[in-house]
């Protein structure tokens, strides 16, 4: 019987950890587009864009690996929350990043106790920056528990 060699542990351990693309789910097309830019320009990884909680919803499937950024506030259809605690009921390992036009503590609280892994303000300077440090951050995490 043949021995696996390190290089083909090396891939496994890769795909385990799942892929670099993004979901963006933000009914915002002007902050979809610049983010969804932003992250592919500065760490390389590409983004399926959502217009809905709904729509996101209609697509959402368990065992997904893709991290999700998520808007707090839709014009139509669920809030950010109730979607989150949607794609937690489906896959509570999901890794959901909260974006939110509104400065509150309460909300922000709130989507933590519910399983989002971070809660950033689209009205700050850095918001790009913070999730990519964030999704960076995350994927060093599942890197170091493989190995």
Not at 26 to 42: G, H, Q, R
Not at 68 to 82: K, Q, R, V, W
Not at 95 to 116: F, N, P
Not at 117 to 146: G, P, R
Request: with cysteine; aromatic share 10%; charged share 30%.
């Amino acid at each position: 019987m043949q021995q696996p060699t390190e290089k083909e542990k090396q891939f496994k351990i890769d795909e385990a950890s799942g892929d670099t693309d993004v979901i963006i789910v933000d009914d915002d097309p002007a902050f979809s587009f610049m983010l969804k830019d932003y992250l592919l320009t500065a760490v390389d990884y590409d983004s399926t864009l959502y217009t809905s909680g709904n729509l996101f919803l209609n697509d959402y499937r368990a065992g997904e690996t893709r991290k999700i950024i998520l808007d707090y506030e839709f014009n139509e259809g669920p809030n950010g929350l109730a979607v989150l605690k949607k794609i937690k009921t489906v896959n509570p390992l999901a890794v959901v990043i909260i974006v939110s036009g509104q400065d509150d503590l309460e909300k922000a609280v709130e989507t933590l106790r519910h399983g989002a892994t971070d809660y950033f303000l689209k009205t700050n300077k850095t918001v790009f920056a913070n999730i990519a440090c964030s999704l960076m951050k995350l994927k060093e995490m599942e890197k170091n528990k493989w190995n």
